[in-house]
């Protein structure tokens, strides 16, 4: 019987402890934290799964759109393995766990692209009530104000008494649904869970990798590395990551301790200049683990009555695009004021948007917090943002012929699906709407990202490979954003983050048990 150790508690590591222990391993869980999900548990829950039952594409497409959004940079034969893989990794997990899903009717990220699908290939945990003992291991959201689903969300069709019944009775949804799920599969199977314990190095002998070493000891066993992202570390994001990163989305324990254990013995690394992109805001006092938290910026720059420009007042993109492509548009550097023109960016609203929709936590008819800028003129709003005052009404002003004219000619807002998916259906353009009634607003945005997705190269088993050999390191192991994602400089689609760490994840905790 094998012994296998996994370093982190996210979706790629319990789907690694839960493949593991089903093929027979004795499985051991080190979280650093005190209770466990990771950043998993901020997130929608989502698993982007190419070859589920609702996806009306075919694998064929599913690899025809990963290769066009690649750009040459995504790993064909991973990218090969996990379509081939995805479905079947959903179904056993939800054969071994409580874990149940449903399709949402979220588009691929670009629809518009050979092989992009309008809905059906992201699939959602269905809310799940666990017993006590599970759901108190698992961490809070506290960027999630109800437990409400996604699918609920998408279709505007949802249930007040429901809602309240989840929140009363404990019922979780979304990221914290999935971790619950896969944590009840995993003690159900023998796995041993062990919180607030540190991961230090990696235990070696005669070049295989037997084990790690945490501030309470030695654990043996194969190791599978499922720590996150490094996006939490200033040191590595200054030495890896490219563009300004200014708001990391994830959990304060993602500081790259899987990737400093994979170069300590070697493994070729890649993906280590990307991001899983996003703006963000950071609402003063608000925190996470005692460290500042981020707020990924959904939904708000989509909807009619609001735009975003740059340092010089000027807009740049399409807001209402998905928020990997808008949270890379943020890196642009401007050579000849040798800056970075978009750090900060602003949107820009008026009084109407804010009468009609919640600005993050900030819910429409609640008197305006102090951190948001507000004005009765624009100019006065450019002042109050440090923007030239000409350049911000000019703008404004050429924005809102654009809306009356009904299309957005300069950056294509509302062309994509996308776009309309995340607009208000319910108004007259769902993407585009004046910014004419005062007051106007200025909500600062950041360039941030969900979590980094480099690290060690693997097989298509999750098998670390050895920089020199391109051979796998002997006993170790990485999923999720601990390791270089299959998909490099892509985003696929809702779920693009979990979909591989469930699938290489599954597959590293097989391979560990087995090789």
Request: negative net charge; proline residues 8%.
């Amino acid at each position: 019987m094998a012994d296998v150790v996994v370093v982190g508690s996210g979706a790629a590591g319990l789907a690694a402890a839960v493949a593991a222990a089903a093929r027979g391993a004795r499985v051991t869980v080190l979280e650093t934290a005190e209770r466990l999900g990771g950043t998993t548990c901020l997130s929608g829950g989502l698993a982007w799964t190419p070859g589920n039952p609702d996806d009306p594409g075919t694998p064929e497409d599913a690899r025809r759109y990963l290769a066009d959004l690649g750009l040459g940079d995504h790993d064909a034969a991973l990218c090969e393995a996990f379509v081939g893989a995805a479905a079947g990794v959903t179904e056993e997990l939800a054969r071994v766990t409580p874990l149940r899903w449903h399709s949402v009717p979220y588009p691929d990220y670009h629809a518009e692209f050979p092989g992009g699908q309008e809905g059906g290939r992201a699939l959602e945990p269905d809310p799940v009530r666990l017993p006590d003992e599970v759901v108190d291991r698992v961490r809070d959201a506290p960027n999630v104000t109800a437990p409400i689903t996604y699918r609920e969300l998408a279709t505007g069709e949802w249930d007040r008494e429901e809602v309240a019944r989840r929140r009363a009775d404990g019922t979780l949804t979304l990221g914290r649904a999935l971790i619950a799920s896969l944590l009840a599969g995993a003690l159900d199977q023998g796995v041993s869970v062990r919180t607030g314990e540190r991961v230090r190095g990696l235990l070696r002998e005669n070049g295989h990798v037997r084990g790690v070493r945490t501030d309470s000891g030695e654990v043996p066993g194969r190791v599978v590395l499922a720590s996150g992202g490094f996006e939490r570390d200033p040191e590595l994001v200054r030495s890896f990551l490219r563009g300004p990163m200014t708001a990391p989305a994830g959990v304060p324990t993602n500081v790259g301790d899987g990737l400093r254990m994979a170069m300590s013995v070697g493994c070729a690394l890649g993906n280590l200049s990307e991001a899983w992109w996003s703006p963000a805001i950071h609402i003063p006092e608000e925190t996470i683990d005692g460290a500042p938290m981020y707020r990924v910026v959904l939904t708000e720059r989509a909807r009619p009555g609001s735009l975003i420009v740059d340092g010089h007042g000027r807009r740049f993109g399409d807001e209402g695009q998905n928020y990997n492509d808008v949270g890379r548009s943020l890196h642009d550097f401007d050579a000849a004021a040798f800056s970075f023109p978009r750090v900060p960016a602003w949107m820009i609203f008026d009084g109407a948007y804010r009468a009609r929709y919640n600005l993050g936590p900030v819910r429409r008819g609640t008197p305006d917090p102090a951190w948001l800028r507000r004005a009765e003129g624009l100019s006065a709003l450019a002042e109050a943002i440090g923007v030239p005052a000409p350049e911000l009404v000019a703008t404004v002003e050429r924005f809102n012929g654009l809306v009356a004219a009904g299309r957005d000619t300069d950056f294509g807002r509302g062309d994509h699906l996308y776009d309309r998916f995340m607009g208000d259906p319910s108004a007259p353009n769902p993407v585009l709407g004046a910014v004419a009634e005062p007051p106007f607003y200025a909500l600062e945005i950041l360039p941030g990202c969900l979590g980094t997705k480099g690290g060690p190269r693997t097989d298509d088993r999750g098998r670390a490979l050895h920089v020199e050999t391109g051979e796998p390191v002997s006993g170790l192991y990485a999923a999720g954003n601990a390791a270089a994602s299959p998909f490099g400089f892509a985003y696929p689609g809702p779920g693009a983050t979990l979909g591989p760490a469930l699938v290489f994840g599954h597959r590293a905790g097989e391979a560990a048990a087995e090789d």
